[in-house]
C-alpha cells in the first residue's frame, strides 16, 4: 500500500522537544504540498503546518513560533521539530502528501504525549 510513514513520536515533559519524521509514500505522482495534523482523543483532526513544493509553509497559530516544518527532497523526508510542548499538544500526529491528479496520502500517525 502506498503511504507516507511516520517515526519519532513519544512522551515527554511539557517544556521539552520532539522531531518527527516522515518518509514520502514513493508514488510516481508528483507532490504539491505535505503537512502535518494531529488529532487528539473526542476532537476533530486538525491542521498543525503545510509545506508546498514550492516551499510556503503554513502553521496553526496554536503552534506558531514552536513548530518548524522542513523538507529534504534529497532523503526524501519531511520533519516537524516541535519545541516548547504543551500538554495540549498530545495527539496522534499524521503525515499528509497531496499529489497531482487530486491523490492524497495518509500515514498511519505517530502518537505524541506532553506530560504536565
Known amino acids: 500500500q502506498v503511504q507516507p510513514v511516520e517515526s519519532g513520536g513519544g512522551l515527554v515533559q511539557a517544556g521539552g522537544s520532539l522531531r518527527l519524521s516522515c518518509a514520502e509514500s514513493g508514488s510516481i505522482f508528483r507532490i504539491i504540498s505535505m503537512g502535518w495534523y494531529r488529532q487528539a482523543p473526542w476532537k476533530q483532526r486538525e491542521l498543525v503546518a503545510t509545506?508546498?513544493?514550492?516551499?510556503?509553509?503554513n502553521y496553526a497559530d496554536s503552534v506558531k513560533g514552536r513548530f518548524t516544518i522542513s523538507r529534504d527532497n534529497a532523503k526524501k523526508t519531511m520533519n516537524l521539530q516541535m519545541n516548547s510542548l504543551k500538554p495540549e499538544d498530545t495527539a496522534v500526529y499524521y503525515c499528509?502528501?497531496?499529489?497531482?491528479?487530486?491523490?492524497?496520502?495518509w500515514g498511519q500517525g505517530t502518537q505524541v504525549t506532553v506530560s504536565s
Open positions: 499528509n502528501e497531496r499529489r497531482i491528479g487530486s491523490r492524497e496520502y
Open positions: 509545506i508546498t513544493s514550492g516551499g510556503s509553509i
